[in-house]
Nanobody
Framework: QVQLVESGGGLVQAGGSLELSCATSGDTTCISTMSWHRQAPGKERELVATIHRGGSKYYSDSVRGRFTISNDNAKNTVFLLMNSLKAEDTAVYYC?????????????????????WGQGTQVTVSS
């Protein structure tokens, strides 16, 4: 089992910045990729950014150039630095790790499929 705990959400004015953190605990042996998703009221959950342990990153078009995903492998923690925030960034942000990940399945055959989520943290951007 893996536990994910997000922190860092809050209320910020448009144009401001916030940094989210996601701490991972439990059996992290097969975790190679971490992602941030978000869900705005009345909308489906969407993938925001993904990072592989080796450094590869993916960003959705809506956040590319404004958000930065990073990780501290030693501490099993992933971060999402959000700059130039807009009202449309308002959502609950979720940390996620899964196999297969957005980058595809883990090549290690002993790693089974999994899909773990944090409880979410609210980000509200006032215009």
């Amino acid at each position: 089992q893996v536990q994910l705990v997000e922190s860092g959400g809050g209320l910020v004015q448009a144009g401001g910045s916030l940094e989210l953190s996601c701490a991972t605990s439990g059996d992290t042996t097969c975790i190679s990729t971490m992602s941030w998703h978000r869900q705005a009221p009345g909308k489906e959950r969407e993938l925001v950014a993904t990072i592989h342990r080796g450094g590869s990153k993916y960003y959705s078009d809506s956040v590319r150039g404004r958000f930065t995903i990073s990780n501290d492998n030693a501490k099993n923690t992933v971060f999402l630095l959000m700059n130039s925030l807009k009202a449309e960034d308002t959502a609950v942000y979720y940390c996620n790790t899964a196999n297969p990940s957005p980058f595809g399945p883990d090549s290690r055959q002993y790693c089974d499929k999994f899909d773990y989520w944090g409880q979410g943290t609210q980000v509200t951007v006032s215009s």
